[in-house]
Nanobody
Framework: VQLVESGGGLVQAGGSLRLSCAAS????????MGWFRQAPGKEREFVAA????????NYADSAKGRFAVSRDNAKNTAYLQMNSLNPEDTAVYYC???????????????WGQGTQVTVSS
């Protein structure tokens, strides 16, 4: 399956962005979807994940209460709504597809190319 992220950009602190992850070339609803981010000089870290039927979600502590993960299986797309952004959220954001609600990057099988999110203070 191929994944393509979009929706990144430059936003002021306190603002919002909605990232999208469009899937093609496979059966989207058999995959759990995860979102990760990687800031310069740092390891890739877990942000959020959602189960195949969107019945279960999981968030990193840094994302709880501010970010919301969702998916539309009819559109083969996953989303990450990010609110109350702060400069510490600046990173390249990646979506990933896998077979479980994992929080570790190496458990996911497919990755997008990433989209840059920059939050100015």
């Amino acid at each position: 399956v191929q994944l393509v992220e979009s929706g990144g950009g430059l936003v002021q602190a306190g603002g919002s962005l909605r990232l999208s992850c469009a899937a093609s070339g496979g059966t989207f609803d058999i995959y759990y979807m995860g979102w990760f981010r990687q800031a310069p000089g740092k390891e890739r870290e877990f942000v959020a994940a959602i189960s195949r039927r969107a019945t279960t979600t999981n968030y990193a502590d840094s994302a709880k209460g501010r970010f919301a993960v969702s998916r539309d299986n009819a559109k083969n797309t996953a989303y990450l709504q990010m609110n109350s952004l702060n400069p510490e959220d600046t990173a390249v954001y990646y979506c990933a597809a896998g077979s479980g609600l994992f929080v570790t990057a190496n458990r996911y099988d497919y990755w997008g190319q990433g989209t840059q999110v920059t939050v100015s203070s």
